[in-house]
């Protein structure tokens, strides 16, 4: 059974520093995973995703690894702002259903 | 460009009524639908997903069922509402299955009292 943790849950940090969020998984057999921001009370903004073939996505500030066969991947935010203050989800997707198997996120406050 | 609508954004029902929470998708044809719930201390968690028009997998069994009525349209609901069916909940859409990236909803916030 997939399981995917993320370590801090809570991480504070003063403007300008850059800063890596940590995610963990059980199983290495994923089709791709995707990185999520979420503000108090909001949907889900998709922020990357890697396809299981790759090792690392960028996007502005943010960039995303995959390391498939330790069961990792991190998140690195460069030169943080008050704006990046939100929860930060990473999610695996398994099977073929398309189902996402979710962390509990990291809140991240700058 | 895709856009994903759920209403209603806030909702609050007593126990034993019945619920309806729509979702739909603009600017795409025949997506991926899904219905995941978001309850405190339990994180994200898949409900049901639907790849066609009258086609729905259940992920977890509950007091909650879904349609999709039309292509555009996913539909969540229940006869008589429990306590425990509070929580926030996310539609989301994607291209198909596999390597496709999922988009969220605004959530519908239930409150069942």
């Known amino acids: 059974k997939q399981e995917v943790t993320q370590i801090p849950a809570a991480l504070s940090v003063p403007e300008g520093e850059n800063l890596v969020l940590n995610c963990s998984f059980t199983d290495s057999a994923i089709y791709n995973l995707q990185w999520f921001r979420q503000d108090p009370g909001k949907g889900l903004t998709s922020l990357l995703l890697i396809q299981s073939s790759q090792r690392e996505q960028t996007s502005g500030r943010l960039n995303a690894s995959l390391d498939k066969s330790s069961g990792r991947s991190t998140l690195y935010i460069a030169a943080s702002q008050p704006g990046d203050s939100a929860t930060y989800l990473c999610?695996?997707?398994?099977?073929?259903?398309?189902?996402?198997?979710f962390g509990q996120g990291t809140t991240l406050q700058v | 460009s895709q856009t994903i609508h759920q209403w209603p954004a806030t909702l609050v029902q007593p126990v034993g009524s019945p619920l309806s929470l729509e979702c739909t998708v603009e600017?795409?044809?025949?997506?991926?639908l899904y219905w995941y719930r978001q309850a405190a201390g339990r994180g994200l968690q898949l409900l049901f997903y639907?790849?066609?028009?009258?086609?729905i997998s259940s992920e977890v069994p509950q007091n909650l069922s879904a349609s999709r009525p039309q292509d555009r349209q996913f539909i969540l609901s229940s006869k008589k509402l429990l306590l425990s069916d509070s929580g926030f909940y996310l539609c989301?859409?994607?291209?198909?299955?596999?390597?496709?990236?999922?988009?969220f909803g605004p959530g519908t916030r239930l409150t069942v009292t």
């Open positions: 639907s790849v066609g028009i009258g086609q």
């Open positions: 999610a695996v997707r398994s099977g073929n259903t398309g189902k996402l198997i």
């Open positions: 989301a859409w994607s291209y198909g299955t596999g390597m496709y990236e999922q988009y």
């Open positions: 600017g795409t044809s025949n997506p991926n």
